[in-house]
Structures are given as C-alpha cells and as structure tokens.
C-alpha cells in the first residue's frame, strides 16, 4: 500500500503538499509509532513493510512481490 500510494502521487503529479502530507504526516508518524510506542512495537512486520515500499518505490522495483512465508 505505501508503494502504491507513492506511485500513485507520482502519477497525478500531486503538489508538494501532497507528498509532504503522506511522507512526513502519515508515513512517518506510522513509523514512529511502530518503532517507539509501547503499545504498537509488535507491529514490526508491518513497519518492516512500509519500509520496503519506500525501497521499492526508491529503486524503481513495481509490480507483484514475491513473498515467502516461513
């Protein structure tokens, strides 16, 4: 969802706004949560998550991911 957010900004070209609000606002206020908030630390997998889709989007990688349970 965080890669095809970003994508679909980059799509409409949304205005700096835009990108300020999903990246600073909502991204990183999720992050921060998940990373040091007592009751969301065992949300590890999905800030995990988020961060991959910032790399995916970053590195140009779209498209369906391969994603191996174990």
């Given amino acids: 969802m965080t890669r095809n ?3 679909f900004l980059g799509a409409v070209r949304a205005s700096l706004r835009a990108w300020f609000h999903a990246v600073i606002l909502q991204d990183g206020r999720t992050l ?6 007592p009751k969301w ?25 391969d994603v191996r349970l174990s």
């Fill in 41 to 65: 630390r065992n949300r590890r997998a999905q800030r995990d998550a988020m961060i991959q889709g910032w790399a995916d989007f970053l590195r140009g990688r779209f498209g369906r991911r």
């Fill in 5 to 7: 957010r970003l994508l």
């Fill in 32 to 37: 921060f949560s998940y990373s040091l908030r």
